[in-house]
């Protein structure tokens, strides 16, 4: 044994024949002299083959690094060349990344505490976080034995957006009036056979069903259920269980059980969001929703919009990101059924609500036409599926109803909005929007729909904003500024210290400073910049809402010029496109007599400072609703009643789609929407700017 | 090293430190001293320890053994304690072994060549058999390294029963009008989407389906065929092969291929019996039956009959016997696509027809009811199943149409049978008899189907018969006796050297002895035991068909008293059926217009003799029609085309049961059939008897 010649705290047993020089695993493993061998790779050569390396340590040691993952001690091998963004996907940790790797977001960072790490240069890391051992892991390779740490702003936190928990649901109470479930259970008592009475036990089956009311003639059944079949209905004396699967045209036979052997009858309404998951767990004989759970799709990983999840779904595979879906479903499952001590074989219902891509990926169908001109999803309208065939965990039998999208652009989660809104069944007319990183909208009432998706990118979700993050513990979710300091004086979620600001924060923050003339309608800063708030980022004017040394950061909370630039980018998309939406049938915003707005928003959404950015119409206040999330309450209503998922079909059939992309009347009112509030300033008669001639502004 | 002392001319490492003395392998793996090891199992353990052994070599020296089998030097590893008739299975050998391995058949005769076996005394074998090394394999438990040579009587061989072949084909043509299979296929050309015209792929799919009268309200999609729409559509610009299986009450969408990849769709018949299997591939374009393969059930070295078989799966599993026949047709079905240098992704369609224990078994479905009072079938009306679901090999969207079968002992192959001879289509009264191991029998015309089964047993398929055998190569299937000599002058299956004799060989020995006075009325041997031809065999008096050394064999083929005792009971338990089943609808013989038989006899079945021996009734010969084996081509039938397919779901369904378990009429007319033709002789007018006053006889 001697000590290692580059690292000389280290005993190792590994001598050069040649050199006489110890070196020590690391060494050995690492083959690149400029990182930090000071010998040659041929050396180290050399030295394995005299010490006589079997095969196999070679290969691991020539091949395979181990990462450590901090605060939570996660250990991983991983192969030399390997991204740290992908060493911490393949860990199961779900690190921010909005760009999917393309090292242009800057929100993977992570903090490098041992090992030495080859990454590329970049300019969205300050020079502080650098000398800090501050790295983007989407940029940085894998040529040592490291020790990581995650930043708090990097990792993913419970997620605290309005809607999404069991308190949430006491909405959806007496929504549904006759349960009519996928999977219907039917209770009988068989007749045993006699010498006179010899039909085959299905045939009695069957016998008893149809006096039961159940349709026979229309009904198959499996192999599995008729595999069980003898044995289930003599264990309890004929009396059995026989669950029965409502197809689209047609019934199956999936389970037939002694009924001493009948257990709770569960569904699973999952909303399926680019951002985040939900999941409720309702007890099919009451519909009441007996426990929830939501989380990070962990796709995200993979980028924050759905068009770079199909851009890597074409690279890496399908597969790849149906199982990052699947996995979080089932985990959100697995936590919801453990509060309730149920297992998933209970769970034989299952609606999925969400947008044309995740939809798509999540069942593994190739979504890449979505992207590409003219834009064309593989399905619209979805089979009941069995829960087995798509990954899910759930009663093997389980089936599953996907809602139905009629475009690309706007899926089944809109339909679901619909269906929980029931606007498609009145007269009034009501413009809807679903703002979350697509922003779809649609116009209707019960003779019509029109819908459109108007590209409005994540910014509301916090998806390319320095600090934007979604309405997670620490977000700065209220917000106001003094009229004359403009010191800002803010809430965050669940009042933890400050992380970031989420959509209900940025709303506030844009309408605070465009009333208070921080910003001009140009939305450029006029304030001085020797505001004690005011610093520079990257060449760019910032304003900063929080100073880095009151919540133990490195880093101040900033607001930058490009930050508002992509607000009131997203806030024109969104208003150009009620605009069009609209011109398209010949109404105005008069006409208008519900608006009704869901998505992931914090729970402080203000409407009225939604109105003075712009974002909204400025129209009687008590036509605006605000109903959270519409998509797993559809979800939930269609897991119930096959009137339900009936109507969301006829809602998807029903949708007439209006692209768009290469619409020049969209660009146009788009263009013209791009001032605060807008450039026709009399499209917003009560929007009027309060504003001091403050000493600090220009 | 030194020498074993229990086989001197064994060298061995293994020392006994106790007892100072060398062991062998063999010996250390013998833990029963009363077979060949003169050292106690005391001293191997002490052995073992003292030498050190790994407990890997332990474990194996222990617990397996080698076997190799000959004349194709199969050679299998084998635990302790296994039998021979195991191993044979387990190497995929398929001796005969017609009592399911309980020692009383005497079929499955093996000679060990080298190692030593303990085995049960047997009275099934001569002294001179045992002296030559033969044994049973089901009685003989494997303890050593041993050698096995399988004798030629012993392996099965290719069958030779009528109706099998391709040429047997030719009466098919033209029964199917309309050809309307299971897997439709559509060949369309979709309009390739615009930015006006954006449905999905899946809608557009089906625009085009419904244009060609594709019913797709009622058509679903598997997962499989969404995940390869997208690219399948846009491969061939748009030019693409649907196919839709047609299922009882609805459709599925199960494959979309661009056109360029269309490939011949084949179609797959199946009839499986008990005993054998027969396999035809047909063109699903022309109906033409391309070619075909028939091969022996090998669940057969689990019992002969379909009682046996049911113990079996019910001691065994039904899993085992399940893979038995599964791999049987997958066999057949690889030997029939190579001639044709086809793969089975394109078999699309398949139709099984069996009785309702194999059908059963097949699907791995429960059949231990079928056996117990009231025989009670799990299925009786199966729904199309998918191949993969079920273990077959095909396209893995294939569907699967089980014929349906009416009741435990009358099944899917009867059904078969009449869609075939299509007697339910017409008023003349048929009595229609399947002669297998059951003996089903069905009367009816267009207007009633009444059915027995009358428990005929194995005998005609040479099951229980010393030297019976079904009518494979070297089969005695057609005899004829010396008048005044007695001496037998026969034909075999493929002019062979006799092996044994098949049921067409056997009806004409019964009649030829009963005829010509070698037999009572009683069936008891009337000759002069000193005859040249008679000898005794387990103290019973036997008639010699051929002498040993003409056929090179250990062992005369020989007819014994309890031969013909059997085939008696069997001719009796049909006749009786006959006329029972007429007498629960008010008829006599007279009043049938038509009798058909059905089954595997050899090609060269005598109808004359089977009357002259009681087997039939004595009708007008006009009236008797041999229709092969109408099994495989009800299955060809329904293969092709959907009506078909429903009527025979219809025949099953029409068809009246009639139990004879319990029946005392059946009894009593069983008890008369007993007779040489009947006790009744007036029921057999034309049958007379025509021997001399024999100096042979007594």
Not at 513 to 521: D, S, Y
Request: hydrophobic share 35%; proline share 3%.
């Amino acid at each position: 044994m001697g000590y290692c010649i580059n690292h000389p705290e280290i005993e190792t047993r590994y001598l050069c024949m040649k050199h006489n020089i110890y070196l020590c695993e690391h060494c050995l493993e690492c083959r690149d002299p400029d990182i930090y061998c000071k010998f040659r790779s041929s050396c180290a050569i050399h030295f394995i083959s005299k010490k006589g390396f079997d095969s196999k340590t070679q290969k691991s040691l020539s091949k395979e690094f181990s990462v450590v993952f901090l605060p939570d001690d996660v250990r991983i091998k991983i192969p030399k060349g390997t991204t740290l963004l992908e060493a911490a996907q393949k860990a199961d940790i779900y690190v921010n990344a909005s760009c999917n790797g393309q090292g242009s977001c800057g929100k993977c960072r992570l903090i490098l505490e041992s090992g030495t790490l080859g990454n590329k240069p970049t300019s969205l890391l300050s020079d502080r976080e650098k000398e800090n051992g501050y790295m983007l892991a989407c940029q940085t390779k894998i040529a040592d034995n490291i020790v990581i740490r995650i930043p708090e702003e990097t990792l993913e936190k419970k997620l605290k957006t309005a809607g999404m928990g069991v308190d949430a649901t006491q909405n959806l109470a007496g929504l549904v009036q006759k349960f009519d479930p996928m999977v219907k259970k039917y209770t009988l008592k068989l007749e045993p056979p006699t010498m006179e009475d010899t039909v085959s036990d299905l045939e009695r089956l069957k016998r008893n069903l149809r006096r039961a009311k159940c349709d026979t003639v229309k009904m198959s059944s499996g192999i599995r259920v008729m595999r069980q079949l003898t044995q289930a209905v003599r264990q309890d004396n004929w009396k059995v269980t026989a669950s029965v699967l409502q197809k689209k045209c047609s019934l199956e036979l999936v389970d037939v059980r002694p009924v001493s052997q009948e257990e709770k009858s569960l569904g699973m309404a999952v909303d399926i969001g680019t951002t985040s998951i939900v999941v409720y767990l309702v007890d099919m004989q009451t519909g009441e929703v007996l426990s929830a759970a939501s989380g990070h799709n962990s796709q995200s990983s993979c980028g924050d919009d759905v068009i770079n999840r199909i851009v890597c779904s074409e690279k890496k595979g399908i597969k790849k990101l149906q199982k990052m879906a699947l996995s979080t479903i089932n985990n959100l499952a697995q936590r919801a059924l453990a509060s309730l001590a149920q297992s998933h074989k209970n769970i034989e219902n299952i609606t999925i609500s969400g947008n044309t891509t995740m939809v798509h990926l999540l069942l593994g169908i190739d979504a890449r036409h979505i992207r590409r001109e003219p834009y064309i999803p593989t399905i619209s309208e979805f089979p009941i599926i069995k829960a087995r065939n798509m990954g899910l965990k759930a009663a093997h039998y389980a089936g599953v109803f996907v809602m139905p999208g009629p475009a690309g652009y706007v899926g089944g989660d809109i339909v679901s909005g619909i269906l929980y809104t029931g606007f498609h069944k009145k007269a009034d007319i009501t413009l809807f929007i679903d703002v979350g990183t697509n922003g779809e909208i649609v116009l209707g009432n019960n003779e019509f729909l029109m819908t459109a998706a108007c590209s409005a990118g994540p910014a509301f979700e916090g998806g390319g904003i320095r600090w934007g993050m979604r309405a997670e513990e620490g977000a700065i979710e209220k917000i106001t500024l003094n009229s004359e300091t403009f010191e800002p004086d803010y809430i965050t979620v669940d009042n933890k210290t400050a992380r970031g600001i989420c959509g209900s924060g940025m709303i506030d923050l844009l309408s605070e400073m465009h009333i208070k003339g921080v910003l001009g309608q140009d939305g450029r800063f006029r304030i001085n910049p020797g505001h004690p708030r005011m610093t520079v980022f990257n060449d760019e004017s910032a304003f900063i809402l929080e100073f880095a040394k009151n919540i133990d950061s490195e880093e101040d909370i900033i607001f930058t010029q490009s930050d508002i630039r992509s607000l009131t980018l997203s806030k024109a998309a969104i208003y150009a496109g009620f605009t069009v939406l609209l011109e398209e049938v010949g109404m105005d915003f008069s006409m208008v007599d519900q608006m009704i707005i869901t998505g992931g928003f914090g729970q402080y959404l203000d409407i009225e400072k939604a109105i003075t950015i712009g974002l909204f119409p400025d129209i009687q206040r008590e036509k605006f609703r605000y109903m959270g999330n519409s998509s797993i309450a559809g979800a939930y209503m269609a897991l119930l009643s096959n009137t339900h998922r009936q109507q969301a079909i006829k809602i998807s059939d029903s949708m007439t789609y209006v692209d768009f992309s290469s619409s020049t009347r969209f660009m146009e009112e788009f263009t013209k929407a791009q001032f605060l509030p807008h450039t026709e300033s009399k499209l917003f008669p009560s929007v009027t700017r309060s504003y001091l001639n403050s000493p600090y502004l220009n």
